[in-house]
């Protein structure tokens, strides 16, 4: 595969840190980018998130993930309980950036495209990207999907997948900021939305890229060895 391969945690909203980061990588048209989920909920601007994710695909080969919180936008459409469910968990915001008495009605048809036609799971050569976890015992294409999309890293910590590649997930946010490095494992989401950073990575040669809310990058970033409580 020519290009880099990058993958980008958890955006949550932050269109500043987003813009910052895409700013920063200069995405190229040999490159692939992995998005792990989570765009929306939280944050203030998902919307133009959507709008910058769709634009990246432009830019470079997108791989965009599917996240709970787009697993929760998606099935607010279906029932009032499942709407309220949402808004619970920030999809309140998510509504008001596209106008401040906006309902599910005004979400343009190209985010709902963009959000149904993510995928559950990315895999290369030497990595497979989930957004939040999966079974070590099981091959990557017959993993559950509640797995990929919603077993946080504080419930559970898999051992090493049987395939030998490394995990890059995000969903479980690092309240320290710094990407959870377990080898085997790489945990991207580094809580910007809490107040800590977005952050990428540059699968080939380790670099990373973190910047807050506000678009101001983290003077040092590093990454540790077991998960946050």
């Known amino acids: 595969m020519s290009g880099r391969l990058i993958a980008i945690g958890d955006i ?3 269109g500043g840190a987003l813009r910052a980061l895409l700013e920063a990588i200069q995405p ?11 765009y929306v909920d939280r944050g203030p601007e998902s919307r133009q998130v959507l709008d910058d994710v769709l634009g990246l695909g432009d830019r470079c080969r997108l791989v965009p ?3 709970n919180h787009e697993e929760m936008m998606l099935a607010a459409r279906h029932s009032p309980y499942q709407r309220e469910y949402w808004l619970h968990y920030g999809g ?8 401040e008495e906006a ?4 979400v343009p048809a190209a985010h709902w495209s963009f959000i149904e036609h993510c995928h559950l799971l990315h895999e290369t050569e030497q990595h497979f990207f989930v957004h939040a976890s999966y079974d070590p015992n099981r091959p990557l294409n017959s993993q559950p999907s509640d ?3 919603w077993m946080s890293l504080r419930d559970q910590i898999p051992a090493a997948h049987e395939s030998g590649k490394t995990a890059i997930v995000g969903h479980t946010p690092q309240k320290s900021g ?3 490095d ?4 790489k945990c991207l989401d580094t809580g910007c939305v809490y107040g800590g950073y977005l952050t990428a990575m540059d699968l080939g040669s380790g670099e990373l890229w973190q910047f807050d809310k506000h678009g101001e990058p983290r003077k040092e970033s590093r990454a540790k060895g077991a998960a946050d409580e």
């Open 12 to 14: 949550h909203g932050c």
């Open 103 to 106: 309902t599910l009605a005004d």
């Open 65 to 67: 993930l599917l996240g």
């Open 178 to 180: 710094d990407v959870l």
């Open 92 to 99: 309140t915001q998510t509504l008001k950036s596209y106008g």
């Open 147 to 149: 797995l990929l999309i």
């Open 182 to 185: 377990l080898g085997y494992l």
């Open 28 to 38: 190229a048209a040999d490159d692939t980018i992995v998005t792990l989920g989570d």
